[in-house]
């Protein structure tokens, strides 16, 4: 009960001793409230005032955890975060699917082989064989189906990585 005020440590104690005085008079006993009230009241006051006065000792060698300071999610470019911030709120609720992720993971694969391999904006899938392992190309061929695949958290993972790394 530290920063509490004296009312609450008498009170506390009070309670303590009431109890006791309770348990004697059950278990058959001949006791005198006053004696009880007293030790109470004076139980109370010395534990306000050791309370008080004695220094609690800091905690030795626990530090408060510190937050990352560059999460995955804002080391990325904005595209990245953004399939990863949709990734991170996907809830049954949300309408969140299978082919959703396929036709962002998609999206996404495709703007980068343009963007750095030079690849024809209409189709860059369809010419990226060497560029991509062959279970990720057909992953994202399935885009835009109902034929799209559910995946893994670590598969989903590599998926990723490999479509950062184009």
């Known amino acids: 009960m530290n920063g509490r005020g004296p009312v609450a440590h008498l009170l506390a104690a009070e309670a303590i001793a009431l109890a006791i005085l309770v348990v004697f008079t059950v278990a058959g006993f001949d006791v005198s409230v006053w004696p009880w009230l007293l030790f ?6 010395a534990w306000w005032v ?3 006065r004695v220094p609690t000792a800091p905690a030795v060698g626990w530090r408060p955890p510190r937050a990352d300071p560059a999460p995955m999610r804002f080391a990325a470019d904005l595209q990245t975060r953004r399939t990863v911030t949709m990734i991170d709120d996907a809830q049954p609720a949300k309408g969140f699917t299978a ?26 899938l369809a010419q990226a064989e060497g560029l991509l392992s062959p279970q990720l190309l057909d992953y994202l061929r399935r885009a ?9 958290p670590r598969t989903l993972r590599l998926y990723l990585k490999e ?4």
């Open 163 to 166: 479509i950062e790394a184009l």
């Open 144 to 152: 835009g189906t109902d034929r799209t695949r559910t995946v893994s």
């Open 50 to 52: 050791v309370g008080t």
């Open 99 to 124: 082919v959703a992720l396929t036709d962002a993971l998609a999206d996404r694969a495709a703007a980068r082989l343009v963007r750095h391999h030079g690849l024809p904006a209409d189709d860059p």
């Open 40 to 45: 109470g009241a004076l139980g109370g006051a």
